[in-house]
């Protein structure tokens, strides 16, 4: 935000990495208003007061009324006291001038000073971003409840100047595959240009896949002054200023983050590993249609496995299975699990259906589960297998061509039969609670629905030309 607490906002305050994001299009007013802004005066009480609780420091004056505080504060703005209540003892309250008024809030701590949501290292603090807060709330409430009718998002001037420069430097290793192009350019044109400046140029690349994907919005602290990457204004308070994506990096006020488009594109320096990774999120960090890890394991299991008997219902060693899951983690796309490292390649369909079962959300997702599952029960076999197609249509596009390329490698795998013994239903059962998971974490429901995952799954693989 602004400045430490102990001293004001100015222009010779702002970092390097601040002073990229103040090109003519930031608007002032807002940061302005917070250089305005009243500053924090502790009213000192000159006696030792008992009891007073260790986290409080000499700005707690006991037991005493609301009158008095109001005297003591003596109608200086931005003064302030700590006293305990005289109704409820052991409750305390700060006592804040401001708008030629003195107001109280109830305080509490917990490890950190809060009156509200956010929560401090100190008083101090808690009262400048309070203050500020008040300030501009005061003076700019019909401004920022106007702030997103006019936003930057979708007609960037800035972005504009810097779009051909980026795009060139993104198509800078266009004789490399797709993946590691977007990759190695992510950590080296676009790192230090802001999200906002990445999120239009990746839009505008050829080599980029266009699937749909929510911001993955978090409360943050920012650390200097920062500009909303939606509306262009001011991210005022002292922390916890707006929201930031974990996965691209956008940062915008939280009224702003309801008005985003679901147009994230994950930066790989955020992306820190393969497996536990949010599907959608890992094929557009990769730029791939399909989760690397998916594409590089079934291509290894049908050049080497797809006659092995028991494919996918044998294990392989749970250590050796770790170890593949960490060579993706560590290498991505460039793991090597040849038949030269794992020879067993129950290592790899394990590996594969580790992956499947560590998703945050499953491949068939926790919104379609039970639509899947009603699916399953209808008692007609031609109207079960379209109540199956409707419902595929729901899933999200990378979900959906995850699938759709499971299929009909399974289905390759049931024309082997012969050899690895390995049917459609037999598939379903080891696939069925790999790939659908009930919403709620309840052994009853799973064990209930386990024969409609299985069902599910034979019908996909059995009839994967017709439903994709």
């Not at 998703?359 to 399953?376: C, Q």
């Not at 659908?436 to 069902?455: A, G, I, N």
Request: charged share 25%; glycine share 4%.
């Amino acid at each position: 935000m602004a400045a430490s607490s102990n001293s004001s906002l100015s222009g010779s305050s702002v970092s390097s990495d601040a002073e990229e994001y103040q090109p003519p299009i930031w608007k002032s007013y807002l940061y302005q208003l917070q250089q305005e802004a009243p500053r924090p005066k502790r009213i000192i009480c000159p006696r030792e007061v008992e009891n007073r609780p260790k986290y409080y420091g000499r700005e707690f004056h006991g037991i005493i009324s609301r009158e008095k505080a109001d005297e003591l504060l003596g109608g200086v703005e931005g003064a302030y006291i700590l006293r305990e209540s005289q109704r409820q003892p052991g409750c305390y309250t700060l006592a804040l001038r401001f708008g030629n008024q003195t107001l109280n809030y109830r305080l509490f701590y917990d490890g950190k000073h809060f009156v509200g949501e956010k929560r401090f290292e100190s008083i101090h603090d808690l009262v400048t971003d309070g203050l500020i807060t008040l300030y501009i709330e005061t003076k700019a409430s019909e401004y920022i409840s106007k702030m997103t009718t006019n936003p930057i998002y979708e007609h960037i001037g800035y972005a504009t100047l810097l779009r051909e420069k980026v795009s060139r430097r993104l198509s800078r290793s266009k004789n490399e595959s797709r993946k590691t192009s977007v990759a190695n350019d992510e950590h080296t044109a676009v790192e230090k240009i802001s999200s906002l400046v990445r999120r239009a140029a990746l839009t505008h690349n050829d080599n980029h896949f266009n699937y749909e994907k929510t911001h993955n919005f978090k409360v943050h602290t920012f650390r200097g002054p920062h500009w909303c990457e939606y509306c262009a204004n001011f991210m005022w308070g002292l922390i916890a200023q707006g929201v930031q994506c974990s996965d691209c990096g956008l940062n915008v006020h939280k009224q702003c983050s309801k008005h985003v488009p679901n147009d994230c594109q994950p930066n790989l320096k955020r992306i820190k590993k393969v497996y536990c990774c949010d599907l959608t999120t890992l094929v557009k960090a990769h730029n791939t249609q399909r989760p690397m890890v998916v594409d590089i394991c079934i291509r290894e299991i049908e050049a080497r496995g797809l006659k092995s008997e028991g494919l996918y219902r044998v294990s392989g060693f749970t250590e050796h299975i770790e170890d593949v899951k960490m060579a993706f983690d560590r290498d991505g796309e460039k793991a090597d699990i040849s038949a030269n490292i794992y020879p067993d390649i129950n290592i790899i369909t394990g590996a594969l259906k580790l992956y499947f079962r560590d998703l945050p959300i499953p491949v068939i997702t926790y919104d379609t589960y039970s639509k899947f599952i009603e699916a399953a029960k209808v008692p007609n076999a031609d109207e079960r297998l379209e109540a199956v197609h409707e419902v595929l249509m729901l899933l999200p596009p990378a979900h959906y061509e995850t699938l759709r390329y499971l299929m009909i490698h399974l289905k390759k795998v049931t024309m082997n039969e012969k050899d690895n013994l390995m049917n459609a239903e037999n598939l379903g059962i080891v696939f069925g609670p790999t790939l659908m998971r009930p919403p709620e974490d309840s052994t009853l429901t799973t064990l209930h629905d386990m024969r409609y995952q299985r069902l599910i799954v034979q019908i996909l693989v059995e009839n994967e030309d017709v439903l994709f």
